[in-house]
């Protein structure tokens, strides 16, 4: 493993374990509270960090590295580690654990697949797009020779 690598995976992995830890406890705390408020701040705010934190991540990478590859690497390990956990978390909790927690009748459709593939589809690309953008911007702020 190159250097380079290193840093980009060290920094992806750093901000997305945290992003994926914030996510997972704002869910079920917000589950154990039976407080629809609750879960729609927890999501907005966890929607707002998937871009900012990747974006950190790619800037820190590329800024250590001199290579803007390395943000884009870095947002792109950031949001896999959040899709993984955010999967494992609702396969865990009952599928029904939202309905019940908007107080929904009991004929409303289930989320399906197609729901958490978007989701999921979602998180890797603001991970990938604000990486990239981080890592340009890291670039800049270098310490290091570019032509190397």
Request: charge should be neutral; glycine fraction near 10%.
């Amino acid at each position: 493993m190159t250097p380079k690598l290193y840093s980009a995976l060290k920094w992806g992995a750093l901000f997305g374990g945290a992003l994926a830890l914030f996510e997972t406890l704002g869910y079920l705390t917000s589950l154990r509270s039976q407080n629809l408020a609750d879960y729609q701040i927890s999501e907005c705010l966890s929607l707002m960090l998937e871009a900012a934190l990747p974006f950190v991540a790619g800037l820190l990478a590329a800024r250590a590295t001199g290579d803007r590859v390395s943000g884009l690497i870095a947002g792109i390990t950031a949001g896999l580690i959040v899709v993984v956990i955010n999967t494992v978390t609702e396969i865990v909790v009952p599928a029904d654990a939202l309905v019940k927690l908007a107080d929904l009748p009991a004929d409303t459709p289930q989320p399906t697949i197609l729901d958490a593939l978007f989701f999921r589809f979602t998180t890797l690309g603001l991970g990938a797009w604000f990486g990239w953008i981080g890592g340009r911007m890291g670039v800049l702020t270098s310490r290091r020779d570019p032509d190397r």
